[in-house]
């Protein structure tokens, strides 16, 4: 977790450094658990095959909770999420392995708007697969 | 079969009331791994500025999509759930949903359109308490893969 961002400090064109998030299918059955959403492509391989994906894949919202946890840890905790949208363009593939998949979360800021309010620009991959397109947070800082 | 276009501009009524609980939004803070003490800690949400524990940016879609399955189950609206994958999802905040709120969600079909083979159905929730203070407004395009071959 970083420290307060502030607005006057945020320059547009700047950088987030990248971040990697680790999933596994103990994961996806909490993330089935808490969320309520048991899709059961979410946690059946055989199921998950069946209907054409390679293999079980992540709820396109856990991958979603990990940016949004890229862009709060980077804001810090006086900062407020204004807007947040993402277009999920790739499944997160989780093998039955230890280490299961990662999620690799990188931004810049793409303007500074009014209101004390920043745009971001994030990118999200999962190997070499660019699994979020048009992600975007919009944070109001302090 | 592709996504009956008959049911865009459908608004589903309100929702049950929905509490939103300090166990509950601990409990999807750890699911999708974040730590953050303002999910989980009330002095440290105190801190940040709010009256009790807040609420991850995503976590709205819990309220959000329990409304959208009511109108994904909708008679005559053709969709087969098993196909169904997420295609885009949308979030505008007036605050964070908190420990405590009490809200409702008004799910409206705005949108069904077939992309190639593919049929994409999006839907507008809006959650607002049952005081009548809007809080977020959800907007999710879910896709049936093939829906349209």
Known sequence: ???????????????LAAVNYPITRL???????ASGDFNVIHWNERIAKSVGLPD???HGMFTMAQAGRFVTDWAGPMAMVVEFGV??????????????????????????????EVALELTAKSGDAKVLTRARAVVRLP | MAINPDFVGKAFPPSDPYEVSRVKLAE?????????????DRSAAQEAGFPDVIAPPTFPIVISMASSARALAEPGLNVNYAMVVHGEQRFEYARPLRAGD?????VTISDIRDVGRNSLMTTTTQISTVDGEHVCTAYSTLVERGGAA
Do not use: W
Not at chain 2, 28 to 40: K, L, S, T
């Open chain 1, 87 to 116: 277009r999920f363009s790739s499944p997160v593939v989780v093998p039955d392995t230890d280490e299961g998949a990662t999620i690799t979360l990188s931004g810049t800021v793409e303007e500074k708007l009014e209101d004390n």
């Open chain 2, 28 to 40: 999807f803070a750890d699911a999708i791994g974040d730590h953050n003490p303002v999910y989980r």
């Open chain 1, 1 to 15: 977790m970083s420290g307060q961002v502030s607005y006057d400090d945020v320059e547009s064109g700047a950088q």
């Open chain 1, 27 to 33: 994961s996806l059955v909490k993330y089935c658990g």
């Open chain 2, 102 to 106: 009490v809200v409702t969600a008004q």
């Open chain 1, 56 to 58: 079980v894949i992540a």
